[in-house]
């Protein structure tokens, strides 16, 4: 479709809504700095080259960013075996165990396309914040809701447990 | 510049030999677009060269997954609208401002920024967009600005042609009524 056609289009559905917006359309009176987009592609270029120069660790796994959960993870795995050992620990695991068994199984009814490794490994590598994970997830990969957006948000919740949990955690470092 | 189809540049992205040069080709082609969805979501010259980087890098990271499922441009403007609107909800944490004060913010942006050089009209008429909740923003822009078709812009934003049609209809309301008084 041609850029008259297209403006017509727009131009004339604000007609039909009585608007004149219509004769404003073609300019919003942003400006950018002279060369700017003969410039951009080189700098994120030049940043993509930076990123994939960064030297890989021998323990790729121990980044600080992966390091932060790795920690969390085993906080939280320690308290939560202290708990059970407080408490009745049959009835505890598996209330914890069935948690997670539940939320998962929701999550591959309603979105066939769940990769589990993708999502392990999109929290590994996040900086945990729930908009980050939510945004990495989003895009493109998975369909998007707002139940999923809830149930995100309810794993993000249990990120420590979810993301690092230590079956998971080592397949993936396997 | 060669001018290849999205599903051209996917295809040397994936089958060809180098990636990074189809990429490079892939940011050539819409760059434009998307930066100027960022600039007039979030105002500023300086914010939105920022934002427009972290888009095409998250592109680039997040290319290798990608399933097609969508087309390439709507993929990179949701991309794009995520990244606004998340940057724009930080900001006003981090500034620790109310949604009513967000608007002036940005308003005063405007009216810093130098390169900013609209008439009094558009500017008139992006203050008045700057009174909108942030998506409907970027739904009447995207139609308003992009003339983007309903079909592709419920693909960016997530949501169904009638609540589209519907929003950019009070948006335009809203503008209108703004302007007049």
Redesign the interface.
């Known amino acids: 479709m041609g850029d008259k056609e ?2 017509s ?2 131009a004339r559905e ?1 007609k039909q ?1 009585n ?3 219509g004769d ?2 073609d ?7 002279a060369s ?2 003969d410039e ?2 080189q ?3 030049e ?3 930076q ?1 994939q120069e960064i030297p890989a660790s021998s323990f790729p796994w121990l980044s600080y960013k992966r390091l932060i959960p790795l920690v969390a993870g085993v906080l939280l795995l320690g308290a939560l075996m202290f708990s059970l050992l407080l408490t009745d620990s049959t009835e505890r695991y598996d209330d914890f165990y069935a948690m997670e068994q539940h939320i998962e199984q929701e999550l591959f009814a309603l979105y066939p ?1 769940y990769e589990r490794e ?1 999502y392990y490994e999109v929290i590994m590598d996040s900086d945990i914040t729930s ?1 980050d994970i939510l ?2 997830l ?4 998975f369909d ?2 707002e139940d999923y957006e809830d149930l995100l948000e309810l794993m993000f919740e249990n990120a420590g447990y979810y993301g690092i949990d230590s079956r998971y955690l080592l397949s993936y470092l396997d | 510049m060669q001018h290849y189809s999205d599903d051209e540049l996917l295809k040397l992205f994936f089958d060809g030999d180098n990636p990074n040069y189809a990429f490079n080709l892939i940011v050539r082609k819409h760059q434009e677009a998307v930066y100027w969805h960022v600039r007039r979501l979030v105002i500023s010259h300086e914010d939105a060269n920022d934002i427009v980087q972290e888009v095409f890098l998250k592109a680039w990271k997040a290319l290798p997954a990608f399933r097609g499922d969508a087309a390439l441009f709507t993929w990179l403007y949701r991309i794009a609208t995520n990244e606004s609107l998340s940057f724009l909800k930080k900001k006003k944490r981090r500034a620790l401002i109310s949604l009513r004060d967000a608007d002036k913010q940005l308003e005063e942006t405007l009216e810093a920024d130098v390169y900013y050089q609209g008439s009094d009209i558009q500017k008139k008429i992006q203050k008045a967009i700057l009174k909108l909740p942030e998506k409907q923003r970027a739904v009447f822009n995207l139609r308003y600005y992009d003339e983007m078709k309903y079909e592709d812009m419920a693909e960016v934003l997530s949501t169904t042609v009638g609540a589209l049609k519907a929003s950019y209809h009070h948006a335009v309301k809203k503008i209108e009524k703004y302007i007049m008084a």
């Open positions: 297209k403006y289009e727009t604000l809504m608007s004149r917006l404003h359309q300019d919003s009176g942003f400006r950018v700095p700017y987009f951009l592609p700098t994120i270029g940043r993509i080259r990123q396309g993708f908009d945004f990495e989003e895009f493109g990969i998007y809701s």
